[in-house]
């Protein structure tokens, strides 16, 4: 391999860093868009978003939906911008997108031990990290039908910037976390045994088309790593430097009617209140593809 993410084609990376460094939005405001409906998208508005995601992984737009439940906002958003396979993994309704919601995590029992379905904060990550390689989430669609009456804040990093800000300290590093092994889920039991097989992989990858992929959680229980000084000391790096804003992590919070197109960033959120009049609810859409590139 060559190119930017090979650690030896220094020449290539330097180039691709330059451009990513002098394009990467410092304001959550360089990355909102205004949209009609989500649902028809003008040729304006799909570019960009398309756009916005070439440049920085990520988008947000406002619509003006509102409170509208339709679960075809996000669904027909993502088609027009080629993301058509969803993630149906166990927790999500029928269709494919799950409603994220305390009310809905009450009703469906299953759903209330997982941190996504309550009202407490979610550290660092990216979604699907513990999916095997064939089931990589690469797109990913939050649409906020309901806010909560307090709290429920993201914040937002692109994880190529993280990638830089890794590499610029030790190349080795980006070794450590590339190998197959470094970050394991373990198994998931249920009452019938495995629910889940254990799922190695590594933080960072590069698909067929050249693009950088990171799987990564900070959760600190339900999870493994490569137990070697090298990927200790690059753990604890990545730690450190999320665990203050850079430059280039943003920070919101959806309202009705909006919601974040990416390619799978990183993103945490805080904790939140409810009241009975404002009950959180948001509609989550995971791709195996990228948002289309033009």
């Known amino acids: 391999m060559?190119?930017?993410?090979?650690?030896?084609d220094t020449v290539?990376?330097?180039?691709w860093r330059e451009q990513k460094l002098d394009t990467a939005p410092r304001?959550?405001?360089?990355?909102?868009?205004?949209?009609?409906d989500p649902r028809r998208l003008s040729p304006a508005e799909r570019q960009g978003l398309v756009a916005l995601n070439a440049r920085?992984?990520?988008?947000?737009?406002?619509?003006?939906?509102?409170?509208?439940?339709?679960?075809?906002?996000?669904?027909?958003?993502?088609?027009?911008?080629?993301?058509?396979?969803?993630?149906?993994?166990?927790?999500?309704d029928n269709d494919g997108i799950s409603p994220l919601s305390v009310t809905g995590a009450e009703a469906r029992g299953e759903r209330k031990e997982f941190i996504p379905y309550t009202d407490k904060p979610i550290r660092w990550h990216t979604d699907g990290y513990y999916n095997t390689p064939d089931h990589t989430i690469r797109g990913l669609i939050l649409h906020c039908v309901?806010?909560?009456?307090?709290?429920?804040e993201n914040q937002l990093l692109d994880h190529d910037l993280t990638y830089i800000l890794l590499r610029d300290e030790n190349p080795d590093f980006i070794r450590a976390l590339s190998v197959p092994d470094a970050m394991t889920i373990p198994p998931r039991?249920?009452?019938?045994?495995?629910?889940?097989?254990?799922?190695?992989?590594?933080?960072?990858?590069?698909?067929a088309?050249?693009?950088?992929?990171?799987?990564?959680?900070?959760?600190?229980?339900?999870?493994?790593?490569?137990?070697?000084?090298?990927?200790?000391?690059?753990?604890?790096?990545?730690?450190?430097?999320?665990a203050a804003p850079t430059p280039w992590t943003l920070h919101g919070r959806l309202e009705?009617?909006?919601?974040?197109?990416?390619?799978?960033?990183?993103?945490?959120?805080?904790?939140?209140?409810e009241t009975p009049e404002k009950r959180r609810l948001l509609y989550r859409a995971r791709y195996y593809e990228r948002v289309a590139i033009a």
């Not at 988008?59 to 080629?82: E, N, S």
């Open 27 to 36: 304001r959550v405001e360089d990355i909102v868009l205004e949209l009609d």
């Open 12 to 15: 290539a990376y330097a180039r």
């Open 189 to 207: 039991l249920d009452d019938d045994g495995v629910a889940r097989a254990e799922q190695p992989g590594p933080v960072f990858s590069v698909d």
């Open 146 to 152: 309901r806010s909560a009456a307090n709290g429920g």
């Open 2 to 8: 060559s190119g930017p993410f090979d650690i030896d």
């Open 56 to 92: 920085c992984n990520m988008a947000i737009y406002v619509g003006k939906t509102g409170t509208d439940p339709d679960k075809d906002i996000p669904r027909l958003l993502g088609q027009q911008l080629g993301l058509k396979t969803l993630d149906g993994h166990w927790l999500t």
């Open 256 to 273: 009705p009617g909006m919601g974040l197109v990416c390619n799978n960033v990183l993103h945490d959120r805080s904790g939140f209140t």
């Open 209 to 242: 088309d050249g693009f950088l992929h990171m799987r990564y959680t900070a959760r600190t229980v339900s999870i493994a790593w490569r137990d070697d000084p090298l990927t200790k000391a690059a753990l604890a790096a990545l730690t450190r430097i999320l």
